[in-house]
């Protein structure tokens, strides 16, 4: 199944909900896209809502990782909520789950994001 995103503004943040497969091709492109057109947009925190994704290649990964780099060089966060457990076994067995912030919930993650502020 193809990586279907939808996008929603909260505050300073953007929720991209994914569902599907987070693999090379289109999948890769399409989370490429959406997160940088959100950081165009002014988003300081990209929340990645994976709860719909079972399925993410090495490719799937490195795209995660570029967009992550590409967040903190744009001054924003990226966080993960409600990661599969699929998905969590695969960011703990490349050491991932201690790169990303990862969260139960978008909930979670916004309060988090509104706590850390000054």
Request: charged content about 25%.
């Amino acid at each position: 199944m193809a990586l279907k995103i939808t996008a929603s503004i909260a505050g300073d943040a953007c929720v991209l909900h994914c569902d599907g497969r987070i693999t090379l091709g289109e999948g890769a492109v399409s989370l490429r896209d959406a997160t940088r057109d959100a950081l165009r947009d002014g988003a300081k925190l990209l929340v990645l809502e994976l709860g719909g994704v079972d399925y993410i290649d090495s490719s799937g990964i490195g795209e995660l990782v570029s967009v992550y780099t590409v967040a903190r060089n744009s001054g924003a966060n990226l966080v993960l909520v409600d990661v599969t457990k699929r998905v969590k076994d695969l960011l703990q067995i490349t050491k991932l789950y201690t790169v990303f912030s990862v969260f139960d919930s978008v909930e979670a993650a916004l309060a988090s994001a509104s706590e850390a502020k000054p």
